[in-house]
């Protein structure tokens, strides 16, 4: 590893243009590193947070799907199961057999017919 690549090794001194840097250059470059660990720390910390945020809200969302995928199956079945129980008591149900024209209308005779409907003309 080259000199100086380590941000925490405080042995390393850069060179400064002209004498030596003074105490309070020092002090300033000791608060600076400080605050930026702090600020790394803070930042690894919410990155943290948010991934474990993300990793509940994956396994919650899984659960929901699992169940959700679960109600769709037993729903189907119970349309298959109701489906069969109409297609079984279809036969003996007179209601929902369908039904000639003959017996929805009462039979009519071509004159009583054009007796009673006339068409309205129109005037251009």
Do not use: F, W
């Not at 919650?60 to 297609?87: C, D, H, I, P």
């Amino acid at each position: 590893m080259a000199q100086g690549s380590d941000s925490n090794d405080t042995s390393y001194k850069s060179p400064s243009p002209g004498s030596r840097p003074s105490s309070s250059d020092d002090a300033k470059k000791v608060m600076r590193r400080e605050k930026n660990r702090i600020a790394a720390q803070k930042s690894r910390m919410r990155q943290t947070q948010k991934a474990d945020s993300l990793h509940l809200e994956s396994e919650n969302l899984e659960k929901e799907n699992a169940a959700l995928r679960k109600e769709v199956k037993q729903l189907t079945e119970e349309a298959k199961y109701l489906s069969s129980v109409l297609s079984s008591h279809e036969p003996m149900c007179t209601g929902l057999t369908p039904q000639t024209p003959d017996l929805l209308y009462p039979p009519h005779h071509s004159s009583y017919h054009h007796q009673h409907i006339t068409v309205p003309h129109y005037q251009h």
